[in-house]
């Protein structure tokens, strides 16, 4: 059976949910991207390409069910250019185990991500440590903010000589990211 896992997007202008990351009371707290093993769009919403076109978005991940997962690899199916419109971009990211308000990640400051599967693991638990547990008490499992994944703040830089228009990515599949691990049912 898959794991349950929970993907969550943060409002990156609104204080800090640490302490709250298990709840969507949180006080950053946008909506979620997954829910079990089903998945919603990562919108970067509306992006001005004059001068630059840039848009972070910043989520966390943890267990909803009793296991855990280990070995997280973050990567994107296409890199360099929106397939089939020919829009030079650069996806990035930054991890991090502390909130930043208004963290806004320059290029220098990325890890481009990548268009393959890495070879090691990329996202970590808030702590650093490489698992992430469903929390205390296997399928009775009581959830808390120290089993969740780092922030991961996550930037598109889109070139700005890009046509203007809508580019809904998702459905098409032509810019999606994927999020590769290791599952230990408890």
Do not use: C
């Not at 943890?62 to 994107?76: K, Y």
């Not at 698992?131 to 205390?136: D, E, L, T």
């Amino acid at each position: 059976m898959p794991p349950q896992i929970r993907i969550t997007s943060w409002n990156i202008s609104e204080a800090s949910p640490v302490g709250l990351r298990h709840l969507s009371s949180a006080p950053s707290f946008l909506n979620y991207l997954s829910s079990g093993n089903t998945s919603e769009l990562f919108n970067f919403g509306s992006i001005a390409v004059s001068p630059s076109g840039e848009a972070t978005r910043v989520w966390t991940v943890r267990v909803e069910d009793s296991g855990l997962i280990s070995n997280l690899r973050f990567w994107a199916n296409a890199t360099g250019l929106l397939t089939n419109l020919n829009v030079p971009f650069i996806l990035g990211y930054v991890n991090s185990g502390s909130w930043v308000k208004g963290f806004d990640p320059t290029q220098n400051q990325v890890k481009v991500l990548s268009g393959t599967l890495p070879i090691s693991q990329n996202i970590f638990r808030q702590d650093g440590t490489t698992s992430i547990g469903s929390g205390i008490g296997g399928s009775n499992a009581v959830y808390n903010d120290l089993d969740v994944s780092q922030f991961v703040y996550t930037k598109l830089f889109i070139a700005p000589n890009a046509k203007v228009g809508g580019y809904n990515m998702g459905a098409s599949g032509a810019l999606s990211f994927r999020l590769t691990f290791d599952f230990i049912q408890e």
